[in-house]
């Protein structure tokens, strides 16, 4: 009789805080998941499934603060994010009336051909549904390959997109158009700006400042366009656009 082998089929279910089932069940089934198992004594433990993956629950810690977001993170590997998010955004709109996008829970926004989007459920865990091919190196601070405002830009992009930090990438979009945006080409600071006003909204900044900013930029047809190619996913844009 031969020895036991291990075998390249294994499967990994991640296990996450709970810090109220109500809450944590509610929120999946109004994105689409399905309870395969719940239990509430002696202890919580809830399995739900979506697709081909699962995601299960267990007792949150004690002092767990949701708000933090450091209860726990999964990732996701799909083929391809956008149907993943166009699916949750749908869910949310039919159920809520609006995408939500601040707050707890929320959905990171998806810019057209980003590699990755988050979930950050009501116990404050974070979920990153990522492209299989995503690229293993990021250039965190901006791309080499750029400079000035345009690097700016690309750092708030990482950190939005890679790291889940919008805050970071706002205080980054200020300090650069403080640093740079007098010298930089009208399209660019209309990205920026652009950013920042979406950015601001989602943190509960005023906004106002950084749309009339950009309303009062002088753009040539090939900046509209320019801008509209990278910022055209914000519902928002044609009435912040001068």
Same mark, same amino acid.
């Given at each position: 009789?031969?020895?036991?082998?291990?075998?390249?089929?294994?499967?990994?279910?991640?296990?996450?805080?709970?810090?109220?089932?109500?809450?944590?069940l509610?929120?999946?089934?109004?994105?689409?998941?399905?309870a395969v198992?719940?239990?509430?004594?002696?202890?919580?433990?809830?399995?739900?499934?979506?697709?081909?993956?699962? /995601?299960?629950?267990?007792?949150?810690?004690?002092?767990?603060?949701?708000?933090?977001?450091?209860?726990?993170?999964?990732?996701?590997?799909?083929?391809?994010?956008?149907?993943?998010?166009?699916?949750?955004a749908?869910?949310?709109?039919?159920?809520? !009336?609006?995408?939500?996008?601040?707050?707890?829970?929320?959905?990171? *926004?998806? *810019?057209?051909?980003?590699?990755?989007?988050t979930?950050v459920?009501?116990?404050?865990?974070?979920?990153?549904?990522?492209?299989?091919?995503?690229?293993?190196?990021?250039?965190?601070?901006?791309?080499?390959k750029?400079?000035?405002?345009?690097?700016?830009?690309?750092?708030?992009?990482?950190?939005?997109?890679?790291?889940?930090?919008?805050?970071?990438?706002?205080?980054?979009?200020?300090?650069?158009? *403080?640093r740079?945006g007098?010298?930089?080409?009208?399209?660019?600071?209309?990205?920026a700006?652009?950013?920042?006003?979406?950015?601001?909204t989602?943190?509960?900044?005023?906004?106002?400042?950084?749309?009339?900013?950009?309303? !009062?930029?002088? /753009?040539?047809?090939?900046? *509209?366009?320019?801008?509209?190619?990278?910022?055209?996913?914000?519902?928002?844009?044609?009435?912040?656009?001068?």
């Amino acid at each position: 009789m031969s020895e036991p082998e291990v075998r390249p089929n294994e499967t990994t279910v991640p296990l996450m805080p709970c810090a109220s089932m109500e809450d944590t069940l509610a929120f999946y089934e109004t994105l689409g998941f399905r309870a395969v198992y719940r239990q509430s004594k002696p202890y919580v433990y809830l399995a739900l499934e979506w697709s081909g993956f699962q /995601l299960r629950f267990g007792p949150a810690p004690r002092g767990l603060d949701p708000a933090r977001e450091e209860s726990a993170h999964c990732l996701v590997l799909v083929d391809e994010v956008a149907p993943y998010h166009a699916a949750f955004a749908a869910a949310m709109r039919r159920a809520y !009336g609006k995408v939500l996008d601040s707050g707890l829970p929320r959905i990171t *926004r998806y *810019r057209p051909g980003a590699s990755r989007f988050t979930l950050v459920d009501p116990s404050g865990n974070v979920i990153t549904f990522v492209r299989r091919d995503e690229p293993d190196e990021l250039e965190y601070g901006g791309s080499k390959k750029l400079t000035g405002l345009a690097k700016v830009i690309d750092n708030a992009r990482i950190l939005r997109e890679f790291k889940n930090d919008d805050l970071q990438a706002y205080r980054a979009l200020k300090s650069g158009m *403080r640093r740079h945006g007098a010298g930089a080409a009208a399209a660019e600071r209309a990205v920026a700006l652009g950013n920042l006003a979406d950015l601001a909204t989602a943190l509960g900044e005023p906004a106002e400042p950084w749309i009339a900013e950009l309303r !009062g930029l002088t /753009l040539t047809e090939d900046d *509209r366009r320019r801008v509209e190619a990278e910022l055209g996913h914000l519902a928002a844009l044609p009435a912040w656009l001068p």
